[in-house]
């Protein structure tokens, strides 16, 4: 079908340029004609040779350049006012005429004037393909606005301001779990106040993390410091968190509380499903418990399918804490993390290496109004105890204490069916250390590149001391700081890709690789 | 003086209520209705204002291909078809051949497929030819015009020129017994030889039902500026490049392949009705020939078409204001294509976008079973019923001819 486009298309113009110049020599006397026929034949058997010899397109052009001055339409597609390469060597557009008769003069116009051609065409390309920065953001400025149209006639008329409780302390992840939230934060659409409650005191570290953000923040330091077991640290949130709720109280803030632990992750759904919410709305949590051992997680999964009760979710993977509701959408009960198959397993201390299991309810699946925590508000519940009167040594373990009536919760996220937040709980070792404010000042001396990927196949050596090297995480790679007595130069590994790269450069060392004792003297940068 | 206060009170009232009405929010959007003359056309009502006598042909031309094949009913040519089944059981058939406007010949050209689903042409000349001569000798009503109160529906790639390569099927023209007949045909190009005075254009069939079903809420927001999804270079065919789609598509592909704006691939993706629904143009390049359903899906997807293709003739160009709702790109423009959509203020991109979502537009592109008001038929019938009423030159006198009945290709005068 289509494959012998080209081909006839070659024999037709063949055929045409072939025709024309007998009409040209019509005045020739028929004696003349045998001749000029064998003339044609020898000429046309040379083409077939030009063509075998050169290729067809080859040969084309030369037989085309060869009878140009004949009347064939002719015709190079013009491209005068754009300053265009072309992929293509040869632009030949070839004007066909409706209807039949090929006019002998050259220089004419077809009788219906389009400026669409048939044939080939080249394909332009600009002179630099390349995206042009201004007009990317010209583009993202108008996507923007279309959101934005879209928000204000399918999303929410009216919104209320998120009030974001976080309860932190210093300590090695507290950067990546807060700088987590921070960035989930301000994508928030909505007005946001970002309540930061710190154990051990309001630190310099957090102001610094938190002013990044450019949101309005809120930071409380409490004098408690944070314990050292998963026990006593939960119950130090549960009153930093109402800490935060007093704030809360006092300021008269007036939206929608959250609470944002430093280490969960939020997807933006979730903001918009809790401005759903009237008075106390919860949410469904997917709980990652994690025990840093994948072993040990398989083998806990395979017990917790043992021992499945029926009131649990379905055969589910991934544990949620949420809200549980009859066919009417009503809310009946609450999907809770079944810790049984960690019972004894679980981790005590905050660097066990074990799994860490959520709390039997955990605070961040629930979102409250502020207006509830008011001394007066108008049209509140009676169902909500005052926040006022509050006594904590009576043990308040989950939002529900706040209320007397848990029945009158809103299931948010059609009634729990959509996960809206994780719940992680990662920490490193206690006694494991940071550079300050995660800044290496004064920058080390030495530092050479890794050649290949800096992770080690066998754990490395712990290093000696000497006086440049700074005290490092021990969980972390060890890639920038030599000493002097340990120089690694044989690779034990198959050299990967990179290497290839890296041919003509001057040897360079891979310092988590483990040496055999010969050592090469390297050259550094 | 009371009467007058009264008089004016109601004056006012009508007027509001009126305006309030002009605001039709379906799916809860504020669209705009295409005023002025073109748009409204789109809601009139062809039953009344026509009559249209289906002729009963021998199955062969019809039913049996259909059996032998029913691939045919789902891909973009099926519009024949349906537009056969709607026209037997709609309210403008009349089975009095003597008080009807419009006779209607319900052969099905583009029904030979091949093993891949392409319909093949070469028989179409005949079977078309071999239909007419039937209903000439059997029926008076063609002789009485020569053809020029029949349509025919030709939704093959270059229409009646009934060839899918676009040099052949102009070397072939029109076929000489249509040449007076309408042509229903989904090409459309202006100063084309396939293209007929007084043809109209219908968009190609798209299923209503598997679009219906992939859609996603509206509050989706747009994240994607550009999306196109299909071939650049037919390497089948035209593996360097430059008569597929005249170069556009490839210099499409050459000129932003490593944009970030441009989310552009030749994979087929499963989620591909999604993704137009979450983007804010989409283009709709020609290929081998200019029309293609990507205009379709992008009207009912509410992404706005940006059509590459130099003097198309887009569907319904009479009764849609089509230079209002999509963006018309030179094909020697393609290199700076991101330039021109950038440059496009977000106030008109809002227009459009409201203009695309009047449930009318959607319906117009639309062949759904069974068939709804607004829809692509009654669009149709429509611009059937603008033609109307004949003229009087329309009418031969008897024993005068006009059509050269042996003219055309010798093969096309076998019998089929």
Redesign the interface.
């Known amino acids: 079908m289509k494959l012998s486009a080209l081909h006839q298309s070659y024999l037709n113009r063949r055929s045409n340029s072939f025709r024309s110049p007998t009409s040209v020599d019509s005045s020739v006397d028929g004696s003349g004609k045998s001749l000029i026929a064998v003339f044609w034949l020898i000429l046309h058997c040379l083409c077939c040779l030009i063509s075998l010899v050169l290729g067809f397109r080859f040969s084309r052009l030369v037989f085309f350049f060869l009878f140009s001055t004949s009347s064939t339409n002719l015709y190079s597609a013009p491209f005068p006012d754009l300053p265009v390469k072309h992929l293509d060597v040869h632009t030949l557009g070839r004007r066909l005429e409706p209807g039949a008769n090929l006019t002998v003069a050259s220089g004419t116009t077809t009788t219906k004037s389009s400026r669409v051609v048939v044939g080939r065409h080249g394909i332009r390309i600009r002179p630099w393909p390349h995206p042009n920065p201004v007009e990317v953001m010209k583009a993202h400025q108008i996507i923007e606005r279309v959101q934005k149209e879209q928000k204000s006639v399918f999303g929410m008329k009216s919104s209320k301001m998120v009030i974001a409780v976080t309860p932190t302390y210093v300590r090695t992840f507290q950067a990546l779990h807060l700088t987590g939230v921070m960035h989930s934060l301000m994508l928030v659409p909505y007005d946001l106040v970002w309540v930061v409650v710190e154990a051990g005191g309001a630190t310099n570290e957090t102001a610094s993390i938190i002013a990044k953000s450019g949101l309005r923040t809120i930071h409380v330091g409490i004098d408690q410091r944070m314990p050292n077991t998963w026990e006593d640290r939960s119950k130090l949130e549960v009153f930093m968190r109402l800490q935060a709720l007093r704030v809360v109280r006092e300021e008269k803030l007036d939206g929608i509380v959250m609470f944002a632990d430093d280490s969960n992750m939020h997807s933006m759904e979730f903001f918009d499903e809790i401005q759903n919410v009237k008075w106390f709305g919860t949410v469904s949590l997917g709980i990652l418990a994690h025990s840093g051992n994948a072993e040990e997680m398989v083998m806990s999964m395979d017990k917790r399918k043992e021992m499945e009760k029926e009131a649990e979710e379905d055969s589910s993977s991934l544990p949620v804490q949420g809200p549980a509701c009859n066919s009417t959408d009503q809310l009946v009960g609450w999907h809770i993390f079944n810790t049984l198959p960690y019972s004894g397993k679980s981790a005590v201390y905050i660097d066990d290496v074990a799994a860490v299991l959520p709390e039997k309810l955990e605070w961040s699946g629930f979102v409250l109004n502020s207006r509830l925590l008011w001394e007066e508000a108008e049209n509140k519940p009676e169902w909500v105890k005052d926040f006022g009167s509050l006594n904590e040594n009576e043990g308040v373990e989950s939002p529900l204490s706040l209320l007397k009536d848990p029945s009158m919760v809103e299931p948010l996220g059609s009634c729990g069916r959509q996960v809206l937040l994780w719940w992680l709980r990662v920490e490193a070792r206690a006694d494991s250390k940071f550079p300050p404010g995660w800044i290496i000042d004064p920058p080390l001396e030495i530092t050479v590149a890794a050649k290949r990927t800096p992770w080690p196949d066998v754990p490395p050596e712990p290093p000696t001391k000497t006086k440049d090297q700074m005290p490092l995480s021990q969980g972390g790679n060890t890639a920038v700081v030599i000493p002097k007595q340990q120089q690694h130069s044989t690779k034990i590994r198959k050299p990967k890709r990179r290497s290839k790269r890296n041919k003509h450069e001057p040897k360079l060392t891979d310092t988590t690789q483990v040496s055999s004792s010969s050592s090469k003297r390297q050259e550094r940068n | 003086m009371k009467l007058w206060s009264w008089v004016l009170i109601f004056i006012v009232c009508n007027l509001t209520f009126s305006t309030i009405s002009a605001f039709r929010l379906s799916r809860?959007?504020?669209t705009e209705r295409i005023s002025g003359s073109a748009g409204d056309v789109l809601e009139d009502d062809p039953v009344g204002r026509l009559k249209v006598f289906v002729y009963e042909l021998p199955s062969k031309y019809n039913k049996k291909i259909l059996q032998k094949d029913p691939r045919c009913l789902n891909h973009m040519f099926a519009a024949e078809i349906y537009m056969q089944r709607f026209l037997l059981s709609s309210p403008v058939r009349t089975l009095n051949p003597e008080e009807a406007d419009w006779f209607y010949v319900p052969v099905y050209t583009t029904c030979d497929l091949t093993p891949n689903g392409l319909p093949l042409p070469f028989k179409s000349p005949r079977m078309m030819r071999s239909a007419i001569q039937l209903i000439a000798s059997n029926w008076p009503y063609w002789n009485r015009t020569e053809g020029a109160d029949h349509f025919f529906v030709v939704p093959h790639d270059f229409g009646a020129c009934f060839h899918?390569?676009?040099?052949?099927a102009?070397?072939r023209?029109i076929l000489t017994l249509l040449q007076r007949a309408t042509l229903v045909q989904t090409f459309g190009?202006?100063?084309?030889?396939c293209l007929k005075e007084g043809s109209i254009t219908v968009p190609p069939y798209a299923p209503p039902q598997k679009m219906q079903s992939h859609l996603i809420?509206?509050?989706t927001?747009?994240?994607i500026?550009v999306y196109f999804r299909g071939l650049f270079y037919?390497v089948?065919?035209?593996p360097?490049?430059?008569?597929y789609a005249?170069?556009a598509r490839?210099?499409v592909w050459?000129?932003?392949k490593?944009?970030?704006?441009f989310d552009i691939s030749t994979e087929h993706p499963t989620t591909y009705y999604e993704d137009m629904q979450r983007a804010?143009f989409c283009l709709c390049p020609l290929g081998?020939a200019p029309w293609s359903p990507r205009l379709v899906e992008a009207v009912i997807f509410g992404c706005i078409p940006v059509i590459i293709a130099?003097?198309i003739v887009l569907p319904f160009a009479d009764a849609i204001p089509w230079e209002e709702i999509g963006v018309f790109v030179d094909e020697?423009d393609?290199?700076?294509l991101?330039?021109i959509?950038?440059?496009?203020p977000?106030e008109v991109?809002?227009r459009k976008?409201r203009l695309l979502a009047n449930p009318s537009m959607k319906q117009a592109m639309l062949f759904p079973q069974p068939a709804q008001p607004g829809d692509a038929f009654h669009q149709v019938l429509n611009g059937l019923a603008r033609k109307l009423p004949h003229e009087k030159s329309v009418y031969l006198r008897p024993g005068e001819k006009l059509l050269n009945w042996t003219a055309g290709p010798v093969a096309d005068l076998k019998p089929w």
């Open positions: 809860s959007q504020p899918y390569q676009e040099e052949k102009i070397g023209g190009q202006r100063n084309h030889v809420p509206e509050k927001p747009r994240s500026f037919d089948g065919n035209d360097e490049g430059g008569y005249r170069g490839a210099a050459e000129n932003f490593d944009n970030p704006l804010i081998w130099d003097d020697k393609v290199p700076y991101d330039t959509l950038t440059s496009i977000p991109i809002l976008q």
